[in-house]
């Protein structure tokens, strides 16, 4: 008699159509689920890492006022290589945040502190603005020279640096995109809120705002009113 042995190494493995659709299905189905979480994940963390870096921004204008008799820049006039009336915060900041000895303008896109990794615009000076409003010379909304911090009214409240819009509209070089030659960064006359201010770019309609004392807020757009510009400052 003739008997046929069965390799044990050789299983054959039979799964029917409807089996495989199944586990496609299934696949397909937990892929739906994880990509969405996934991207969350991520959103989360380039909330909290703009948030931080705004935390960092706040420490170097401590460090700066520390150095120069409590004064901390606001807005700022480039009229060439570093000639400027009063100093442009980005660059004032720009050594304490990690940039050159020998910075040049080409530089400050490159600070990691002085970019939001949620803006959508890539080499630009900063993915923030500073609140440069003078609230006694309205009218005419004058910007607001360096002054000194510890003279800020309501310093829990008073919004400093905020996320920049994802442009800032017409250039100031020939009408060339002002988001890339845009050298003072920031908002100092009620129209400019709502052009150069970003409040809903992360996850929930959330922004970070640097305060004037220093904390990081995460909070929902719709939050920040008017009045949170004023710095209550009438002598400067």
Known sequence: MNHRVRNPRCVTLGFSLIELLVVIG???ILIAITIPVVARIRHHAARTE?????SEIGKAFRVYAAENAGYVPRFGKYAGQWEYDWPIWIVALARTLGGPKNLEWEDIPKIRALQCPSH????IPSGYVLNAFAFETQPDWNPSPPVQ???????????????AADTFG???????????????HIVRYPEAIAKRIRYDRHVGRTSNVLYADGHVATVPAGTIKFEDFDDGIRQR
């Open 26 to 28: 299934l696949i397909s």
């Open 149 to 163: 911090i510890s003279k800020v009214k309501r310093a829990a409240e008073v919004v400093w640096v905020l996320e």
């Open 170 to 184: 017409p250039g100031i070089y020939g009408g060339l995109d002002g988001i890339y030659f845009e050298t003072y």
């Open 120 to 123: 959508p615009t890539e080499k």
């Open 50 to 54: 703009c948030a931080a870096h705004l």
